[in-house]
C-alpha cells in the first residue's frame, strides 16, 4: 500500500537546499519525472511516489575502481609474508583473498547507497534522499538552478554513465551542490535540457544542441601553449618527489636509494654537466607532462551557445559537460599569465553565479571557458560571449591611470631592493665565509632582484587601466598575471573605496565592485580619487550617488564631488566621500 498524500512541505524562502537528518520528508504529491526508463522501473517508481534509484551499473564501477586499492595491498602482502618465510601457495592465497574483501567490500558498500538513494524531479524542484546511517534529505527549487555540471571518468564512460551536479550559486561550503551519483548518460542529458531548458523547450529541441557553428572549438596547434606555465620548469621535481613518497609508503624506499646511489655518485663526479643534463631533463619532462595535461583536460573542446546558456564540452578520458545560463552571466575575464602573455596566448573565464568550487583533483579553473589559445581570438571570443560590450583588443580605449600609480610602483620596488643590499651587506660582513669568493656570491641577491622588481614595477604600472564600456565596466591590472575583467554594471551590488596612508598621500584610490559572481569582487587599483568616484557614480549611479554631492552651482567639473558630510565642493581634481577626511 501507497502512503496518502501529506500536506505540501514549503522550502525556506532564504534557502535554495535544506538538509535533514531526522529521515525522510513526507512525500509530495505526485509529479511527472524528468526521465523515461523500463517497465519495472516506471512501476516501481509509481510506487514510491516518482521517486528514482540511480543507475545499478554504479556498482560495477565501484568495483573496478576498487583495484586502485587492491595493488598496494598486495604489494604491502608480498613484503610482509615473504620476510615471514611463507610459501608462494599461502602468500598468493593471501594476496587473493585480500583483493576479494576490498572489491566485495567497496561493492557491499555502493550496493547499500544505492538501496539508500533516491531522486526525483518534480514540477517545482529537485530532491534528493540519501545517507546509509544517516539519512538526509535535500532540495533544490528549480528557479533556483545556475547550472549543471555532468562528468564521466574513463571507467563511468565506458558503463554509460554520468555524475551530475546541479549548483545553485551559494557560497556556502557544503549544500551548494546537488550530486546524482551517477545516472545514465541519457537521464543526466535529458535532467540538464529539462532543468535549464524546460519540457516545452526540450522538445522543440529535439536533442538540445545547438545547430549553428559553435564559439570555439578545440584545434591542436592550441597544444604550443601548454608548455608556457611554471608548472614545466617545476613539474618534473614534483613528480619525483610524490613517486619517493609512494615507494616510501609502501615499503619501496630502500630500492629508490639503490636507484638514486648511482645517478647521484655521477653527479657529484660531473656536477657542470650535470646540472645542465638535469635542468634540459626537468625542462623536457614538464613540458611534456603539460601536454599531456592539456589533451587529457581540453581533449574534444567545444563551447556552444545553447537558446539562453552556454555550454561548454571538453576532456579526452573524463569527460565533463558544464552548462550556464546566460542570464547568470555577470562578465569575462581575459587572463594573461607572463609566459603566455610572452607567447601571444591568453585564457578566457567566466564570471557568473552558480560555478561551484573546483574540487581538489581538479587542475582547472572552474570558471574556465577556453584553453590557452591565441591572444586575438580570446579577445574576440570574449566580446561575443558578453554580446560585443566587453571591449576590444589589447585594451584599446582603457583610461590610463595617473604618473602617482607608477611612482608608487618604483618607490615599493627600490625600498625592496634596498632592504636585499642591506641583509646582504649584513650576511657578507657577519658571517666567516670558507673561501672569499663566496662572499660574493650573497650580492647575487639583490643584484638579481633589483632589474625583476623595476620590471614588475613599470610592467604593473602600464597594465593599469579602466573604462565603461557599454553594459560592462573594463578594469585590467598585473603584471605576472594580467587580467582585464568586463564586468556587467548591472550585477554590481555594491562599491568598496580603499584608500592606504600613502595612496591618501599620492590622491590615489582602490575602486572595488562588489558582485555575487565569480571572485565576489573587481577592483580599479590606484586610480585618481576623483577619477575613481566618477567612475563608480557613471557604472552603478544608484549605489553610490547618497553618498556624494555635485557642486552647488550646478557646474560640471572634473571632480566636482562634495563631500556630503563637509557640504563643500573639493578643491583641484581630487574628490572626497563622507568619512574619509584626515582626522
Not at 657578507?428 to 641577491?445: E, F, I, L
Not at 573587481?522 to 549611479?541: I, K, M, S
Amino acid at each position: 500500500m501507497t502512503a496518502p498524500d501529506q500536506p505540501r512541505r514549503q522550502l525556506p524562502p532564504e534557502h535554495s537546499a535544506y538538509e535533514t537528518k531526522a529521515g525522510h520528508a513526507a512525500n509530495d504529491a505526485q509529479a511527472p519525472t524528468a526521465t523515461g526508463g523500463t517497465a519495472a522501473e516506471a512501476g516501481r517508481s509509481a510506487e514510491e511516489g516518482g521517486w528514482r534509484a540511480p543507475a545499478g551499473r554504479s556498482v560495477v564501477a565501484s568495483a573496478v575502481k576498487s583495484l586502485a586499492l587492491v595493488a598496494p595491498a598486495v604489494i604491502g602482502l608480498v613484503r610482509l609474508f615473504t620476510g615471514a618465510g611463507w610459501p608462494t601457495w599461502g602468500l598468493v592465497t593471501a594476496c587473493a583473498a585480500a583483493a576479494v574483501l576490498i572489491v566485495g567490500g567497496v561493492a557491499a558498500y555502493d550496493v547499500a547507497r544505492l538501496r539508500s538513494t533516491r531522486w526525483r524531479l518534480t514540477g517545482e524542484r529537485l530532491e534528493l534522499r540519501s545517507g546509509i546511517a544517516v539519512r538526509r534529505a535535500r532540495a533544490i527549487p528549480r528557479d533556483r538552478v545556475r547550472s549543471v555540471d555532468l562528468r564521466a571518468d574513463p571507467v563511468l564512460r565506458l558503463l554509460g554513465l554520468t555524475v551530475v551536479k546541479v549548483g545553485t550559486g551559494e557560497r556556502v561550503a557544503d549544500g551548494d551542490e546537488l550530486t546524482l551519483d551517477p545516472l545514465t548518460r541519457h537521464d543526466a542529458e535529458t535532467l540538464r535540457r529539462t532543468l535549464l531548458l524546460g519540457a516545452a523547450a526540450d522538445e522543440q529541441s529535439g536533442d538540445g544542441l545547438d545547430r549553428d557553428a559553435p564559439l570555439a572549438e578545440l584545434r591542436w596547434s592550441w597544444v604550443r601553449y601548454a608548455p608556457l606555465t611554471v608548472w614545466t620548469f617545476a613539474g618534473a621535481a614534483v613528480v619525483l618527489g610524490v613517486a619517493y613518497k609512494a615507494a616510501e609508503r609502501l615499503g619501496l624506499e630502500d630500492l629508490a636509494e639503490q636507484a638514486a646511489g648511482p645517478v647521484w655518485d655521477w653527479v657529484s663526479d660531473h656536477p657542470l654537466p650535470a646540472v645542465v643534463l638535469l635542468l634540459t631533463a626537468n625542462v623536457a619532462v614538464g613540458a611534456l607532462g603539460a601536454v599531456l595535461l592539456f589533451a587529457e583536460s581540453w581533449g574534444r573542446y567545444r563551447l556552444d551557445r545553447e537558446p539562453g546558456r552556454l555550454r561548454l564540452r571538453r576532456g579526452l578520458l573524463t569527460t565533463r559537460s558544464l552548462t550556464l545560463e546566460e542570464r547568470r552571466l555577470r562578465g569575462v575575464e581575459v587572463s594573461e599569465p607572463l609566459l603566455l602573455r610572452l607567447g601571444g596566448g591568453a585564457r578566457v573565464k567566466a564570471i557568473a553565479t552558480g560555478l561551484g568550487k573546483a574540487a581538489d583533483s581538479e587542475s582547472e579553473d572552474v570558471g574556465a571557458l577556453t584553453p590557452p589559445l591565441p591572444r586575438p581570438l580570446a579577445w574576440r571570443l570574449a566580446d561575443a560571449i558578453a554580446r560585443g560590450n566587453a571591449g576590444t583588443d589589447a585594451g584599446a580605449g582603457l583610461v590610463r591611470h595617473p604618473p602617482a600609480a607608477r611612482r608608487r610602483r618604483v618607490v615599493r620596488a627600490v625600498v625592496v631592493v634596498v632592504v636585499l643590499a642591506a641583509v646582504a651587506g649584513v650576511v657578507s660582513w657577519s658571517v666567516p665565509w670558507p673561501q672569499p669568493w663566496m662572499r660574493a656570491w650573497v650580492w647575487a641577491v639583490p643584484a638579481v632582484a633589483a632589474p625583476v622588481a623595476w620590471w614588475g614595477a613599470v610592467t604593473g604600472a602600464r597594465s593599469l587601466g579602466h573604462a565603461l564600456a557599454g553594459r560592462h565596466l573594463v578594469t585590467r591590472h598585473g603584471a605576472v598575471v594580467r587580467r582585464t575583467v568586463a564586468l556587467e554594471r548591472a550585477g554590481i551590488s555594491g562599491w568598496t573605496i580603499t584608500e592606504s596612508f600613502f595612496q591618501r598621500r599620492a590622491g590615489l584610490v582602490t575602486v572595488s565592485a562588489t558582485t555575487a559572481a565569480g571572485d565576489g569582487h573587481y577592483e580599479v587599483l590606484d586610480v585618481g580619487r576623483g577619477d575613481g568616484l566618477e567612475l563608480a557614480a557613471r557604472a552603478a549611479p544608484d549605489l553610490l550617488e547618497p553618498f556624494l554631492l555635485r557642486p552647488a552651482d550646478g557646474t560640471e567639473q572634473a571632480g566636482g564631488w562634495v563631500n556630503k558630510r563637509a557640504a563643500r565642493p573639493v578643491d583641484g581634481p581630487s574628490a572626497k566621500w563622507a568619512g574619509t577626511e584626515p582626522r
